[in-house]
């Protein structure tokens, strides 16, 4: 079944099968399953490549989703009453964060007219129809082309060939598990786990229902379908490792693993940032890159310890230290006392003298200053008049 508005994609998607099918004519048999395989595969390759702007928009897009739920959960609690003005606040905040829940399906909405045009091809070349750029001689050897035994326009239902069955079940196992690893993945190690919201849950149950839904329908898929599925599972797989190890979700477990090698290999700064390298960050920094960044965090180190030493407040002592404390300081007072004494001695005392009357006046107990000093009164003697 083809349709007439995909015309033009069914004109680019058979060229490229056919200019990778002269290709690999050159090492392989023409007519053979390696040959027209590899072209279906490397068709693929060329499309993924195409689609790596829209799939960098795609981890941008689920990121901002996962930052946005609890601001999102918030509104719908709010306005649980008001669905217009929870749709309202919802678009705003949609348009605040520069993303939409529409964005993260981007790639495959894009990838599905190449997956209708491709299976309109390979339908046409299974009921010997010219498409395309495909004539009635690559009809032919399309049609002897087979893969593993199984013929590319071969099912799984309808065939009675138990070899072509179990070609076909291989292939479908291979295409869901591909795709279930891919999305357990992305769930276990790239999800920031500060984030408990409902898109976790969904994320999680969309992670059985896809391979569930890729084996029903795989069932009705040929050969060739099955081979264009299970290689951009693959490479989706692949694509989506390197991003993890590379630009991890902050947050996430992988992040955490991404800092701990950055720290080991000192290309961490203090502030938690990488120290990125020449061409884009794809290769490593220079020694020199290093050394100061190194003597920076060191310089940055000493600060911070510095600000530390001099904000530590003293330490709180027990009630056993402070009674220590103030018996030592007793005896302190208790040792000077008697040095002071025999200071005091030693100066010749002179009534008449200020010096005498200052150092009386200094002795504990003594008389005080700008107080008449009486006479003693013994014996029954009095003074002396002048």
């Keep these: ?14 060229w490229i099968i056919v200019q990778f099918h002269s290709l690999y004519s050159h090492v392989f048999d023409p007519n053979g399953g390696w040959a027209w395989g590899l072209s279906i595969a490397s068709m693929v390759v060329v499309i993924r490549i195409c689609l790596i702007p829209l799939f960098v928009k795609q981890i941008k897009a689920t990121r901002a989703m996962q930052a ?9 609690e709010r306005y649980k009453s008001d669905r217009q003005r929870q749709s309202e606040e919802m678009m705003k905040l949609y348009k605040e964060a520069g993303t939409n829940p529409f964005s993260s399906c981007l790639p495959i909405l894009v ?17 010997d129809k010219k498409i395309g750029v495909i004539d009635q001689g690559l009809l032919e050897s399309a049609k002897q082309a ?11 239902v309808g065939s009675d060939n138990l070899n072509v069955q179990i070609v076909t079940a291989v292939m479908i196992i291979l295409m869901s598990l591909s795709q279930f690893i891919t999305q357990r993945q992305l769930m276990t190690k790239n999800v920031d786990l500060t984030v408990k919201t409902p898109f976790m849950q969904q994320q999680k149950m969309l992670m059985y229902v896809f ?31 390197i991003v993890i190890h590379n630009n991890p979700t902050p947050g996430s477990h992988a992040f955490q693993e991404r ?36 003597s920076a965090a060191s310089a940055a180190a000493a600060v ?15 009630k056993a230290q402070r009674q220590q404390g103030v018996i030592a300081q007793t005896a302190e007072a208790d040792e000077a006392a008697p040095a002071e004494q025999s200071v005091e001695d030693a100066v010749p005392a002179d009534s008449g003298s200020k010096p005498a009357a200052k150092q009386a006046a200094a002795k504990p107990g003594g008389p005080r200053q700008g107080t008449r000093q009486q006479p003693k009164r013994g014996g029954g003697q009095r003074p002396k008049r002048k």
């Design 146 to 156: 087979h893969i593993f035994g199984a013929p590319l326009s071969a099912k799984f």
């Design 211 to 241: 391979p569930i839904m890729f084996a029903v329908m795989g069932i009705n898929f040929p050969v060739g379908v099955l081979v264009y599925w299970l290689t951009t599972n693959v490479w989706t797989m692949g694509q989506q490792l």
């Design 304 to 318: 911070e310890d510095s600000v530390r030493a001099s904000r530590q407040q003293p330490r709180r002592q027990s």
């Design 111 to 127: 990838q599905a007219p190449f997956f209708t045009a491709l299976y309109g091809v390979l339908a046409s070349v299974a009921n």
């Design 259 to 294: 800092q701990e090698r950055l720290k080991k290999a000192g290309r961490l700064r203090a502030d938690g940032t990488e120290i990125k390298g020449a061409l884009w960050g794809m290769l490593p920094p220079s020694k020199s890159t290093l050394a100061e960044a190194a």
């Design 68 to 76: 946005i739920q609890p601001k999102m959960k918030a509104i719908q």
């Design 1 to 14: 079944m083809t349709f007439g508005f995909l015309s033009p994609l069914y004109t680019a998607v058979s």
